[in-house]
């Protein structure tokens, strides 16, 4: 099945414009070292600190607290950021936050962390109703009135790229669903990427967030391209445009890096040769699917991860159970490029060669990337399929309601995703090897 063709033969005709943008950059050993004059050179002179207790645990945010301090800034620490924020834990968030004058924030962490950070930057900056911000039609998707606060942010995962992109997720706990805020103004003006902050990463998250950059660029780089869409005026620009060139360049060079080290980073967690490439491969999918979006497997992952029963995923926080982000994303990977293979054969088989030149025997075409997919997770200790976090068949027909709720990321789907075509993605996705 393909896309039905959308922009040809309309009032305004296809789109013939394309948007990107990403935060300036530092990157390299101890790069965290010089954050203090980075947020001077910025303007900042009262700097919060946003972490969660695993991260405060490693005494990284504690270092970053004293070198901003050393650069002669008043600098502070909130370390109460819930894992996979909801919310519940964003208000709290911002509540600690309105009790100071901040003219900065600085995010250490994963993109749990991060995407806190940015809610709080926004919340603080134009204070209102958290609905009144999250996407329509569950908020009413406001944009802010102005500029925020500068942002500065320090991933600590190899995974959502979250340094680069301009939403934050969160679950909205009544509603049972995940969704978030997006607009350009929440983007970090700075990312500080130093890979020897990831060395202390446990396998089981370096597993799921290796997932995470995965997902983000197969499915940015098979996205619908951004000239299928009708033309769109410039106040009617959406954050996820589309496959087009620029973001295409990124996902190219992502998918060697994890082919050279996911597994070695999974294996030998010291190796900081492979934490480098795994945290360089993070940053250049988020700098892609940032702006081209993603599709199928994350739309399916929020039911996945919102409707999660009694499991407890290997070195993640254990107060409650949890399917993490990136495990909720790449277990319907396998069966949803089986059926977005024939919109685009050339650009699945070439990410499976990228991934795993192994899968260049496979006689069935379409089958190439699934297997490349699955023998990673087979390697890295994901689960097998929805079956290994509790899922069975007849939770199929929730999985699927949850996710075409995601109507945002399904219409950057290279085929048109009904329930139909659903049911057939989770049922397979039930086992996956
Ligand atoms: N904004 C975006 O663009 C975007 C994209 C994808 C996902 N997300 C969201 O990001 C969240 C997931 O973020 P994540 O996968 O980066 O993980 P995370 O921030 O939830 O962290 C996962 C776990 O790893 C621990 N941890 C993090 N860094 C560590 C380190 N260096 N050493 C030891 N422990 C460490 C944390 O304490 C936590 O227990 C989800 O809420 C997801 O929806 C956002
Ligand atoms: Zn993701």
Avoid at 59 to 72: D, F, I, M, Q
Avoid at 231 to 237: F, G, I
Avoid at 258 to 267: C, I, V
Avoid at 341 to 369: I, M, S
Wanted: hydrophobic share 40%; glycine share 10%.
């Amino acid at each position: 099945m393909t896309s039905t063709p959308v922009g040809t033969g309309t009032e305004h005709g296809p789109e013939t414009v394309f948007t990107w943008g990403g935060p300036a950059l530092k990157f390299g050993v101890d790069a965290v070292d010089e954050i203090g004059y980075d947020v001077a050179q910025l303007g900042a002179s009262r700097v919060l600190v946003v972490t969660d207790p695993g991260v405060a645990a490693t005494g990284l945010p504690h270092r970053v607290v004293e070198t901003l301090r050393k650069a002669g800034l008043n600098a502070e620490l909130f370390a109460g950021v819930h894992v996979e924020p909801t919310d519940a834990s964003m208000k709290e968030a911002v509540e600690f936050a309105q009790g100071g004058d901040w003219d900065g924030f600085v995010a250490v962490g994963g993109g749990s962390s991060i995407d806190t950070a940015k809610a709080v930057n926004l919340m603080t900056s134009y204070p209102a109703d958290l609905y009144d911000y999250i996407n329509a039609p569950i908020g009413l998707g406001k944009a802010p009135a102005g500029p925020v606060k500068p942002l500065v942010a320090v991933p600590t995962t190899a995974g959502t790229g979250a340094e680069s992109t301009t939403v934050c997720i969160m679950d909205l706990l009544d509603l049972r669903v995940k969704t978030g805020i997006s607009h350009p103004r929440l983007r970090p003006v700075l990312a500080v990427v130093d890979p020897r902050v990831t060395l202390s990463l446990p396998p089981g998250v370096t597993a799921a967030t290796g997932f995470d950059i995965l997902c983000h660029a197969l499915e940015s780089y098979t996205a619908r391209p951004y000239d299928s869409y009708p033309k769109r005026r410039p106040e009617e620009r959406v954050a996820y445009c589309g496959a087009n060139p620029v973001s295409d360049v990124w996902i190219q060079h992502t998918l060697p890096l994890l082919a050279r080290s996911f597994r070695t980073a999974y294996r030998d967690g010291d190796d900081l040769a492979a934490r480098t490439d795994m945290l360089q491969a993070a940053l250049f999918a988020g700098l892609g699917f940032g702006n081209a979006g993603v599709h199928i497997p994350h739309a399916c992952a929020y039911p996945i991860a919102g409707r999660v029963r009694g499991f407890h995923p290997v070195d993640y926080p254990d107060e409650e159970p949890m399917v993490p982000h990136g495990m909720s994303v790449v277990l319907t990977a396998p069966a949803a490029f089986r059926h977005t293979f024939d919109a685009n054969p050339e650009r699945h088989l070439w990410a499976a060669h990228a991934l795993d030149p192994a899968t260049d025997d496979l006689g069935e075409e379409r089958e190439r990337l699934p297997e490349a997919i699955s023998r990673l997770m087979r390697d890295t200790g994901m689960p097998n399929g929805l079956s290994g976090v509790g899922y069975a068949a007849d939770d199929v027909a929730d999985l699927i309601g949850g996710a075409l709720q995601q109507q945002r990321l399904l219409t950057i789907a290279p085929v048109d995703v009904n329930a139909e075509l659903l049911e057939g993605i989770f049922t397979e996705a039930l086992r996956v090897w």
